[in-house]
Structure formats: structure tokens, C-alpha cells
T-cell receptor
Framework: GEDVEQSLFLSVREGDSSVINCTYT??????LYWYKQEPGAGLQLLTY?????DMKQDQRLTVLLNKKDKHLSLRIADTQTGDSAIYFC????????????FGTGTRLQVTL | NAGVMQNPRHLVRRRGQEARLRCSPM?????VYWYRQLPEEGLKFMVY????????ESGMPKERFSAEFPKEGPSILRIQQVVRGDSAAYFC????????????FGSGTQLSVL
């Protein structure tokens, strides 16, 4: 079955860049997503990338996709304390009608 | 435009009771999905529904769990005879019919079984 893996924890200083990594196994993944979850809240869709793209930029967020290595990363420029949260990588094969497979999440801690 | 609304936010049940979790999708969204998040884990797909139809329930436990999305009213996830292992956060998501690759999630219902 599909599997999505992430490292559990990342700590960065305010103002630095954060890079959160994710690997997946399903070669038929069509869309790959990054969600943000703040304490006690639901998941906020940050960005997503179609599998035929290798990069997408949206303000402070840059998503890089290496389809050959099945590796996805999220870079947050100028990380702020408000970016502290858990970040989930997810993938979907549109053949499975939006049944997302999530990673276990990376907890980002931003220190002053 | 209100987001995906789930209630209650917190639900406490004793073993053997029934739990009913409600989800109102975003306005204009006709597809609803339920996911479960166990402590320290990612979300796991449970069921995908359209109005009056279950499209994919491959992630639902075979017994005690059921879901519906009636023509009128919210989607309901029902858990009968709850056990401690059902304690989790249950998230609902919705998407429009023409953009099912984009899911919007509610804030979840935290179910605690005593």
C-alpha cells in the first residue's frame, strides 16, 4: 500500500528558512499536498503540487518535487513564530477519488 | 463563507454508548470525507460520501461504524458501542464536485471514551 514518511521534529530560529521533507512510495500519486495543523485546530491546506510539476512558489512557501526519488519538500522562508505547528505531507492518486494518504507530520518549533 | 463546521468539538462517552459526530460541508460543496487521527499519527481515511451515496468506505471498520450524508442536513458519523480504542480526533473534509483534489478540513471532533 501507499506510505508517506516524514521526520518528526524540526527546530529553527526565527528569520531562518525551514525545510520540511517527505518521501512517498506511490508512483501513481497525482497530487501532493502540504497541510498545517495548529494546536487544537483542523488542517489548513497550505499548498499543493501536481505531479507533472517540479516546483511551485507561493509567497514564503516553496514546494519542490523530485518525482524520480519520490521526494517532496516544503521550504518556508523567513520563518516566524506563527509558523510553529505540525506540517503534514499527503498524496492522492486521483484514481482513488481524493482518498489522501497522510504522513505522520513534522512538528516545527520556531525559537527566538 | 463559513468553512467546514463540525460539532461537537469535544465528545465524552462511556464504553458501550453511542457517539454521533456531525459535519456541515462548506457552502457549495457536495463531497464529504471523514478521517481519523490517532495520537501522534497522521490522518487515516475512513469514508467518502456524496449526497445520499457512500462512494468509498474502504477505511471504515467493518462493525459499529456507519456514515451518512442525507439530502438535507449534515453528514453524520455514528459509532455504536464505543470502546477505548475509538478515542481519537475525527476530521471531516469537503470539496466541490468539480475540484475534488482540493479538500478543506473542519476543526475536528475529539472523542474521548472513558
Amino acid at each position: 500500500g501507499e506510505d508517506v514518511e516524514q521526520s518528526l521534529f524540526l527546530s529553527v530560529r526565527e528569520g531562518d528558512s525551514s525545510v520540511i521533507n517527505c518521501t512517498y512510495t506511490d508512483s501513481s500519486s497525482t497530487y501532493l499536498y502540504w497541510y498545517k495543523q495548529e494546536p487544537g485546530a483542523g488542517l489548513q491546506l497550505l499548498t499543493y503540487i501536481f505531479s507533472n510539476m517540479d516546483m511551485k512558489q507561493d509567497q514564503r512557501l516553496t514546494v519542490l518535487l523530485n518525482k524520480k526519488d519520490k521526494h517532496l519538500s516544503l521550504r518556508i522562508a523567513d520563518t516566524q513564530t506563527g509558523d510553529s505547528a505540525i506540517y503534514f505531507c499527503a498524496e492522492v492518486d486521483t484514481g482513488t477519488a481524493s482518498k489522501l494518504t497522510f504522513g505522520t507530520g513534522t512538528r516545527l518549533q520556531v525559537t527566538l | 463563507n463559513a468553512g467546514v463546521m463540525q460539532n461537537p468539538r469535544h465528545l465524552v462517552r462511556r464504553r458501550g454508548q453511542e457517539a454521533r459526530l456531525r459535519c456541515s460541508p462548506m457552502k457549495g460543496h457536495s463531497h464529504v470525507y471523514w478521517y481519523r487521527q490517532l495520537p501522534e499519527e497522521g490522518l487515516k481515511f475512513m469514508v467518502y460520501l456524496q449526497k445520499e451515496n457512500i462512494i468509498d468506505e474502504s477505511g471504515m471498520p467493518k462493525e459499529r461504524f456507519s456514515a451518512e450524508f442525507p439530502k438535507e442536513g449534515p453528514s453524520i458519523l455514528r459509532i455504536q458501542q464505543v470502546v477505548r480504542g475509538d478515542s481519537a480526533a475525527y476530521f471531516c473534509a469537503s470539496s466541490p464536485w468539480d475540484s475534488t483534489e482540493k479538500l478543506f478540513f473542519g476543526s475536528g471532533t475529539q472523542l474521548s471514551v472513558l
